[in-house]
Nanobody, 125 residues
Framework: QVHVVESGGGLVQAGASLRLSCSAS????????MGWFRQAPGKEREFVAA????????YYADSVKGRSTISRDGAQNTMYLQMNRLKSEDTAVYYC??????????????????WGQGIQVTVSS
């Protein structure tokens, strides 16, 4: 089992920056990648960004590309999502997820085996 916990959410104004953190603990030895997803009210959960376990490859949704940076601290089993120039449409519950499946479609939520409880990010305009 892998325990996943998000932190760093909150209420910010449009144009501000925010850094989300995700800590993974437990049996993380076979982790292939970690990712961020988000779900806004009345909408389906959508992919935001992902990073492989070595940190050498990163992937972004078009909606955040150029404004966000995903990274990880391997020693701490922690992943980060730095989001800049936040917009009201970034308002959502953000979920961290861990995949132990190996090379696969990292933008697909079905790829991930473990999920955090989610953390609210609200961007006021």
């Amino acid at each position: 089992q892998v325990h996943v916990v998000e932190s760093g959410g909150g209420l910010v104004q449009a144009g501000a920056s925010l850094r989300l953190s995700c800590s993974a603990s437990g049996r993380t030895g076979t982790t292939y990648a970690m990712g961020w997803f988000r779900q806004a009210p009345g909408k389906e959960r959508e992919f935001v960004a992902a990073i492989n376990w070595s940190g050498s490859d990163t992937y972004y949704a078009d909606s955040v590309k150029g404004r966000s940076t995903i990274s990880r601290d391997g020693a701490q089993n922690t992943m980060y999502l730095q989001m800049n120039r936040l917009k009201s449409e970034d308002t959502a519950v953000y979920y961290c997820a861990v995949s132990q499946c190996g090379p696969s479609r990292l933008a697909d939520a079905k790829t991930y085996d473990y999920w955090g409880q989610g953390i609210q990010v609200t961007v006021s305009s």
